[in-house]
């Protein structure tokens, strides 16, 4: 869930590894620290809360170093201040680790090391590892040996760099469960937990796999299993530039991804249709001829945003290619004895490939013999690795934390993916489907025009920024758009947002309705349409005020409503990729009226690889 950053080489460190940091500190964290070989010792940096205190240190009092880690921590274990930043190290102050994950049996650990006289200075599990590695750590031993030695002893999840000023030309990294990628540059070497912090330096990576550890030095890397076997894999050339990462202009990189959601669902797109008839090539996604006869259900995987994104994917998938579904929580899927089988398709959608969760699920999947999909915009991830097929989403690095461009490319995904399941199923015929897909090719134009609404949605968002409570009603496939608008406001904004299916207002919400609350329904053309305006015909009886999202040229509820933002006339099927659009620019401009942090919102990570 942090950002570790590392480097070996004839550059200085201490710049490459705060802008690698800086590079991160989208992932979400509350401390950040340092740890270089300056002058032959091991010299640390660390600081609570933003990473501009560890500039600020670093900048007092400059280190020279050619090899050093960096990392930002958001708190699992022991509150955010300076005792509990990473690095930590050993009671002699020669060795150094970081560490993403979460120890299982850090407790019994320390108490080992407790009675073996280790002193502990921090409420971490990650000082675990400091004092473990010592342990195994002697004259006769390698640094990669007592890592090895170290990683053996440890229940839990780990991506781990660790320093020692005894062998001052190396970096050792170890990971399970958690990402970590080496970068390959000229004589110099990098380690990162993600891919926009290596960008300025490199585009050639080594993804590592699990249980897999790495010896970086000035010669080169090696790479290994815990084991000690030589492994031997090709690097990956990344597509992205450092550009893609920054925010060309925008306030901030929330409103970045936004616009950039026509080019994303363009991109989704591009390559993966084919001929007039709607038929859809998913490539690398393709799937056996056998299984998709015999395919009797579908499970959808997911958290947060991508949950709501299975939710539509729910509708799509029912709809066009007439196979059950299910959507869980991939928090839930793998503790509910999950009915799946070989006849079984399990969707795991995840931005990062990483998410603890959903990762654990793709497993469960796996053992229960169930053909595994994962929807997923980082190449090389473990997800993407470990599932029988990948559909990637190609939205390029998202950087703010609230997801946005990630969320409409995983509906485009699932479109497609919908689509080609009818079709190998004869659910559907080539002409519904080429209908379907130019439908689906009109999305990029019809986001264009709602993004120009900016302004007005804006000056709607100054209206109501001050209230501290609003309910979001959808019906039918936008009901998961509810959920995601809701869940939109209260990452950013802090606002208690809720989302409900709108026939559900009466069965409790409705008893919150007054003047202080607004309510936000989704409106737009669709077959619950009136079922919608009763809804709000039910809230202005009440005193409530209501922003509705409607059809362009729907004059009958601007009548009633007290603000209104206009959609294009579109297929109900392809609406979610549309309404949620203003849903996010509304919680945007809510938050920054609120001086709220827009991109790095209080106590949220962007990728969660923790359970």
Not at 181 to 195: R, V
Request: aromatic letters at 6%.
């Amino acid at each position: 869930m942090c950002g570790i950053v590392g480097y070996i080489g004839q550059q200085e460190t201490v710049p490459i590894l705060l802008d690698g940091l800086q590079r991160l500190e989208y992932r979400g964290y509350d401390s950040a620290g340092l740890a270089v070989i300056s002058r032959g010792k091991l010299t640390l940096r660390r600081s609570e809360g933003k990473l501009r205190n560890l500039i600020c240190l670093a900048h007092k009092s400059p280190l020279p170093s050619v090899v050093g880690l960096g990392h930002t921590r958001w708190a699992t274990h022991g509150r955010p201040n300076e005792d509990n930043a990473h690095p930590h190290t050993n009671n002699k102050k020669t060795l150094a680790v970081v560490h993403n994950g979460i120890v299982e049996n850090d407790r019994i650990l320390h108490k080992e090391l407790e009675a073996d006289g280790y002193k502990f200075h921090s409420d971490t599990d990650t000082e675990v590892f400091a004092h473990l590695i010592d342990k195994y750590y002697t004259a006769k031993t390698p640094l990669e040996t007592a890592v090895k030695k170290a990683v053996a002893r440890v229940k839990g999840t780990f991506a781990l760099g660790v320093v020692s000023q005894q062998e001052p030309g190396k970096l050792v990294a170890a990971r399970r469960g958690s990402p970590l990628i080496l970068g390959l540059g000229e004589k110099e070497f990098f380690l990162a937990s993600d891919i926009p912090a290596l960008l300025p330096y490199t585009r050639d990576v080594l993804f590592m796999y699990d249980d897999e550890l790495a010896v970086l030095s000035n010669r080169g890397i090696k790479l290994m299993t815990a084991k000690g076997k030589p492994v031997k894999r090709k690097s990956t050339h990344i597509t992205w530039n450092a550009i893609q990462a920054e925010k060309g202009g925008y306030k901030h990189f929330m409103l970045k991804e936004i616009y950039e959601q026509p080019q994303v669902v363009e991109d989704t797109l591009r390559g993966r249709v084919e001929g007039l008839g709607g038929e859809v090539v998913l490539g690398e996604a393709e799937m056996p001829d056998l299984f998709l006869k015999g395919l009797k259900r579908v499970f959808i995987v997911a958290c947060g945003t991508s949950w709501h994104a299975g939710l539509v994917g729910k509708f799509l998938i029912e709809s066009l290619a007439k196979v059950p579904t299910e959507v869980d929580f991939a928090s839930e899927f793998r503790y509910r004895a999950p009915l799946a089988d070989k006849n079984s398709l399990v969707v795991l959608i995840s931005q990062s490939g990483e998410t603890a969760d959903t990762l654990a699920a793709l497993r469960e999947a796996k053992k229960l013999k169930a053909r595994t999909l994962t929807i997923c915009n980082v190449v090389g991830s473990t997800m993407t690795r470990e599932a029988h097929e990948t559909l990637y989403t190609h939205a390029g690095p998202e950087i703010g934390v609230a997801s946005t461009k990630a969320f409409t490319a995983q509906l485009t995904a699932l479109h497609l993916l919908a689509l080609y399941l009818g079709r190998h199923r004869k659910a559907l015929t080539p002409a519904t489907a080429a209908a379907h897909m130019d439908r689906l090719r009109q999305v990029p134009r019809l986001i264009e025009d709602v993004i120009k609404m900016d302004k007005h949605i804006e000056e709607i968002a100054q209206k109501v920024f001050k209230h501290r409570d609003f309910l979001y009603l959808g019906r039918g496939i936008n009901y998961p758009i509810a959920l995601e608008g809701a869940l939109k406001l209260k990452e950013i904004s802090y606002i208690h947002a809720e989302g409900y299916p709108a026939g559900e207002m009466k069965h409790g919400p409705i008893a919150l309705i007054d003047g202080r609350m607004p309510v936000v329904a989704i409106a737009n053309n669709s077959s619950v349409l009136q079922k919608i305006m009763n809804n709000i015909e039910e809230v202005k009886s009440r005193n409530g005020s209501v922003l509705a999202l409607v059809t362009k040229g729907n004059k009958e509820i601007r009548r009633r409503a007290d603000w209104v933002i206009e959609v294009p006339a579109l297929n109900e099927s392809i609406s979610p990729l549309i309404t949620v659009i203003p849903l996010q620019l509304l919680a945007y401009h809510v938050a920054v009226l609120r001086g709220a942090d827009v991109d790095q919102p209080r106590n949220l990570a962007k990728s969660v690889t923790v359970e």
